[in-house]
DNA sequence: TCGCAGGTAGAAC
DNA sequence: GTTCTACCTGCG
């Protein structure tokens, strides 16, 4: 089954986004187990010419498993509009050739984009996607070779570190304690995780955040332990689909700092609130694309 | 072996 | 209000 809107799936996979790690990839396709109004499902998805050609198994209707993907991959966004915003201006103008039908991939789960943007902070790709790998096959439910990511309920009642685990379960030998979020590769961000994990537990409720203004929803999540303002934009764009939000970090700051001011130092706080009002509903694709742009045209390696 | 990279918390200015 | 430093881990 094919959805006839225009994406690079491997791009977009593979693009980092803290929304979840990639899918698992077999040469052209990714697949994953995704929860449906709770019910498992295990989507299959590659590349055909421009669009996505998918299959499924589980419990629900083609219509619902078109619009889950839809949602995933963000499908409705009219990459065209975007490209004729990106070439009316100079700075940006480059920026569609060398990330093409890029598009946002947003979290079927808006919990496990949190803790995956928690782990994110002050860290590689390329950890954080393990620890979050690590995280499922520990404690997720498995179907077949794939695993769903743990609810938040039981989230708080994992061991933080082997010291804890060993001192709960009087295993004999503290070396074998490997149950427990540190052994994730998390670092100091365990104990964060869970603090946030009991926050949306006890007293935030995850579906009122999708409710809330931008602005209202951002000050909301700068009060989860772990999460500054880089974290909570991400969380907002990738996890609850504010495409408002402008996650700036280091590299967002060296990259409009080149583009926009001369190469001159701003601070980072600055960077974000110069590319919410310079892009507004777009901002959320540009900081996407600015960041994928760099990586790709050297000019990254430049900047360094 | 060690230096480095990367956001946040908490404290200091 | 802005700026400094410690934090954990894997890589080169």
Redesign the pocket.
Known sequence: MIIESPINLELTQLSGQTSQPPWKQLDNSFSEVVLVDDKPVIFNVEQSDNYLNFSFKGDISKKEAISKLKYIYDLDFDLNKFYKYLSNHDELKEMSEFCSNLRLFLAPNPFECIISS?C?????I??WT?SINDIKSKWGNKYGEFYTFPDIQSFNTFFL?ENEEFESTGASDISSCKNNL??C??????P?MRKASDLFTLEMDLSEISKMKYDEAFETM?N???????????ILLYGFNFKEAFPS????KRIVSYLYFDGKDI???KVREFGMDEFGSFAGYVQLYLFHYARMSGLMSKL?
């Open positions: 928690i994110s902070a002050n860290n590689s390329k950890r393990k570190d540190k052994a590769g998390v670092g100091y961000r365990a964060y700068l989860v332990p772990g999460v500054g303002p880089k974290v909570a934009d991400c970090d280091v590299w967002i601070s980072v706080s360094k």
